[in-house]
């Protein structure tokens, strides 16, 4: 079973959803949770992979579908620090081309639409 958890970010205008556990079709609550977050016209949703131990294919439909209601609804959708099997599986199924995929939380914050860019470090532009 999987754990769900939303919270405000520190980050900026932003919800983070965090997941841990094992993510499959037997967890409605992951869904139920997307969806709020789409009704509630959150501008952008970071879901943080970082605690899943397992993801099957009815978990990526439907956060990727959650994404696209997302946009569609002038709202962005990325996933933050994917843990090894979530990473597997988004590269497999090439969903890591549907979605932005970011190291950090931070990172996705960084990359949100209207955000202001990074100077690079190192002094090579």
């Given at each position: 079973?999987?754990?769900?958890?939303?919270?405000?970010?520190?980050?900026?205008?932003?919800?983070?959803?965090?997941?841990?556990?094992?993510?499959?079709?037997?967890?409605?609550?992951?869904?139920?949770?997307?969806?709020?977050?789409?009704?509630?016209?959150?501008?952008?949703?970071?879901?943080?992979?970082?605690?899943?131990?397992?993801?099957?294919?009815?978990?990526?439909?439907?956060?990727?579908?959650?994404?696209?209601?997302?946009?569609?609804?002038?709202?962005?959708?990325?996933?933050?620090?994917?843990?090894?099997?979530?990473?597997r599986v988004l590269e497999l199924t090439e969903a890591d081309t549907l979605v932005p995929v970011h190291d950090?939380?931070?990172?996705?914050?960084?990359?949100?639409?209207?955000?202001?860019?990074?100077?690079?470090?190192?002094?090579?532009p």
């Amino acid at each position: 079973m999987v754990s769900v958890a939303a919270r405000e970010s520190a980050e900026g205008p932003l919800r983070v959803l965090e997941l841990a556990g094992e993510a499959d079709m037997t967890c409605r609550h992951l869904k139920d949770a997307l969806d709020a977050e789409v009704a509630a016209g959150t501008p952008l949703l970071v879901v943080d992979l970082s605690g899943l131990s397992f993801m099957d294919s009815w978990t990526l439909r439907t956060i990727l579908a959650a994404g696209r209601e997302l946009r569609g609804a002038g709202g962005t959708m990325a996933l933050a620090n994917p843990s090894r099997i979530a990473r597997r599986v988004l590269e497999l199924t090439e969903a890591d081309t549907l979605v932005p995929v970011h190291d950090s939380v931070v990172e996705a914050s960084r990359r949100r639409p209207g955000a202001r860019a990074q100077a690079p470090s190192g002094g090579c532009p």
